[in-house]
Nanobody, 121 residues
Framework: VQLVESGGGLVQTGGSLGLSCAAS????????MAWYRQAPGKQRELVAA????????NYADSVKGRFTISRDKAKMTMYLQMNSLKPEDTAVYYC???????????????WGQGTQVTVSS
C-alpha cells in the first residue's frame, strides 16, 4: 500500500486547511485509515480515524468539533478538514492505513511521507 498526502501549509489562527491522502496498491487489504500528527519534541498522536467499510469515525478530544475526517471509497482517498485551527495544531500530519491480521500483533501499518501544518498566532 502506498499513501500520498497533499494539502497542509501555513494558516493563521482560526483559519481552515484540508488534507488529502490517496491510497494505491493493495488497498483491498485496508480496514481503517487515520491521521496522526507529530509536533517537535512530542510523540506521534492519533488525530482521527475512519473505517473504510462503514465510515465509523473517532477523534482525539483536542480536535472534536473542529476537524472532520471522511473517505471516498471509490477513489480510496481520505480527507481531513481542519477548521478553527490553533497554534497547538502545528505539526507534521501523517496518513496511516491499517490492515488487520488474524491477531493484533499481525496488523500491518502503512504510512505517508507527512505534510507540514503550521498555524501562526
Amino acid at each position: 500500500v502506498q499513501l500520498v498526502e497533499s494539502g497542509g501549509g501555513l494558516v493563521q489562527t482560526g483559519g481552515s486547511l484540508g488534507l488529502s491522502c490517496a491510497a494505491s496498491g493493495s488497498t483491498f487489504s485496508m480496514n481503517t485509515m487515520a491521521w496522526y500528527r507529530q509536533a517537535p519534541g512530542k510523540q506521534r498522536e492519533l488525530v482521527a480515524a475512519i473505517t473504510i467499510g462503514g465510515g465509523s469515525t473517532n477523534y482525539a478530544d483536542s480536535v472534536k468539533g473542529r476537524f472532520t475526517i471522511s473517505r471516498d471509497k471509490a477513489k480510496m482517498t481520505m480527507y481531513l478538514q481542519m477548521n478553527s485551527l490553533k497554534p497547538e495544531d502545528t505539526a507534521v500530519y501523517y496518513c496511516n492505513a491499517r490492515a488487520y491480521g488474524s491477531d493484533p500483533m499481525d496488523d500491518n501499518d502503512y504510512w505517508g511521507q507527512g505534510t507540514q501544518v503550521t498555524v501562526s498566532s
